[in-house]
T-cell receptor, first 108, second 113 residues
Framework: EDQVTQSPEALRLQEGESSSLNCSYT??????LFWYRQDPGKGPEFLFT???AGEEKEKERLKATLTKKESFLHITAPKPEDSATYLC?????????FGAGTRLTVKP | NAGVTQTPKFQVLKTGQSMTLQCAQD?????MYWYRQDPGMGLRLIYY???????DKGEVPNGYNVSRLNKREFSLRLESAAPSQTSVYFC????????????FGSGTRLTVV
């Protein structure tokens, strides 16, 4: 069965303190790995798609990377507005399977 | 740009009542989805419609039915609500069923008492 595990569950950073979020997965025939951002009371917002091991995508202070077993979301010099829950999802043959998310808090 | 619109935003039902959650998208997307989100469990797929005229079960379909009314609209029906269906429900759409990120609505918070 396809599984997606995100760690840590919660992460508190000081403004400017860089860190990484992890998404490990077990799936047969990965078609794509997706990262989303979710703010409280809102729906997830699509950030990146990664299709193959070694691929990287960047957007402002965020960089996503992919290996054959896991993906990392690196956050460089975060700001308070980066506070949100970050969701990872994988797609194999059919539906997109989501992890439980990492709740990121960035303190000024 | 409205994107994906869900109604209602909040709803309280009594056990055994029925209701329909509405979803509409204005991006000309082919695929539409219904997810539920519960604390600590992530988003779980209830039903999806890969294209107009088709619907398929997801991970947790029991107790729900769906209708793809046309390309824009995809509704979720609870025939006899149960407390276990208390959750936040999200509708999403994508250009195609595979290899594309989803655009989500803002959700419906449903409480069944």
């Amino acid at each position: 069965e396809d599984q997606v595990t995100q760690s840590p569950e919660a992460l508190r950073l000081q403004e400017g303190e860089s860190s990484s979020l992890n998404c490990s997965y077990t799936v047969s025939g990965l078609r794509g790995l997706f990262w989303y951002r979710q703010d409280p009371g809102k729906g997830p917002e699509f950030l990146f798609t990664l299709y193959s091991a070694g691929e990287e995508k960047e957007k402002e202070r965020l960089k996503a990377t992919l290996t054959k077993k896991e993906s990392f979301l690196h956050i460089t010099a975060p700001k308070p507005e980066d506070s949100a829950t970050y969701l990872c999802a994988v797609q194999a043959n059919n539906d997109m399977r989501f992890g439980a998310g990492t709740r990121l808090t960035v303190k000024p | 740009n409205a994107g994906v619109t869900q109604t209602p935003k909040f709803q309280v039902l009594k056990t055994g009542q029925s209701m329909t959650l509405q979803c509409a998208q204005d991006m000309n997307h082919n695929s539409m989805y219904w997810y539920r989100q519960d604390p600590g469990m992530g988003l779980r797929l209830i039903y999806y419609s890969a294209s107009e005229g088709t619907t398929d079960k997801g991970e947790v379909p029991n107790g729900y039915n769906v209708s793809r009314l046309n390309k824009r609209e995809f509704s979720l029906r609870l025939e006899s609500a149960a407390p276990s269906q208390t959750s936040v429900y999200f509708c999403a759409s994508s250009e195609s069923h595979r290899n594309y990120g989803y655009t989500f609505g803002s959700g419906t918070r449903l409480t069944v008492v």
